[in-house]
């Protein structure tokens, strides 16, 4: 069955500096997400991506943050400056189309820890 | 601003037992799902159910939704150790946007 993938599954930065997560969507899927989900608490939407765009972004993402999808298959986040509070895992997701009532596939996650 | 917000927190059953797991939320959805997720592991989607549906069935899975109550259900029936799991309900708006508003969720144990 076709699946999300992350890389990397964790990863270590010193805060202040950038960091990229990455995701390989499912490859038929037309729309895609970023997620988060601090120690202890929600999984927090961020941002979705819809032919070449931002569709919807949370007030989390802010001017630090920004998507891209360099390629036809990679998906990226990346954080400009990295603070403490970034800590937590970076769940990427994809669906297959703008249609209502499609489910979201969900990658395993980086762990991103920010020391 | 919706949220999905579940209950228990915490559901501790033996194998073969039933587990129920409730979830609320706040404003008009699209459709309402229902996510497991392992520990240090991914989201994985078990079933949605569309605001104009009231009970859905997939396996030992059934859900319900109450639109009047602002309310969904997740039964397990006959639970595995297998389950042990996080639960989580995620609610999809009726306005353009597709992010999902997830619950805090409900951590389920059980036990062999």
């Known amino acids: 069955e076709p699946e999300v993938t992350q890389t990397p599954s964790h990863q270590v930065t010193q805060m202040g500096q950038e960091v990229i997560l990455r995701c390989v969507p499912i490859s038929n899927h037309l729309y895609f997400y970023w997620y988060r989900q601090i120690l202890g608490q929600k999984v927090e939407f961020l941002v979705s991506?819809?032919?070449?765009?931002?569709?919807?972004k949370s007030e989390i993402f802010d001017d630090q943050f920004s998507v891209e999808r360099p390629d036809g298959s990679n998906f990226t986040l990346k954080i400009r400056s990295t603070k403490l509070e970034d800590s937590a895992m970076y769940f990427c997701a994809s669906r297959v189309d703008r249609l209502a009532n499609q489910p979201q596939h969900f990658g395993d996650g980086t762990r991103l820890s920010i020391l | 601003s919706q949220q999905g917000e579940e209950d228990p927190q915490a559901l501790s059953i033996q194998e073969g037992e039933n587990a129920t797991m409730n979830c609320s939320y706040k404003?008009?959805?699209?459709?309402l799902q229902w996510y497991r997720q392992n520990s240090g592991r991914g989201l994985v989607h078990l079933i949605l159910?569309?605001?104009?549906?009231r009970e859905k069935h997939s396996g030992r899975l059934r859900v319900t939704l109450d639109t009047s109550k602002k309310s969904s259900s997740l039964l397990i029936t006959a639970s595995r150790a297998a389950d042990t799991a996080s639960y989580f309900c995620?609610?999809?708006?009726?306005?353009?946007?597709?992010?999902?508003?997830f619950g805090k969720g409900t951590t389920l144990s059980v036990s062999s």
């Open positions: 995620a609610t999809a708006s009726n306005q353009a946007g597709t992010a999902l508003i």
């Open positions: 159910i569309r605001s104009n549906e």
């Open positions: 404003t008009s959805i699209n459709n």
């Open positions: 991506f819809y032919n070449n765009e931002i569709s919807e």
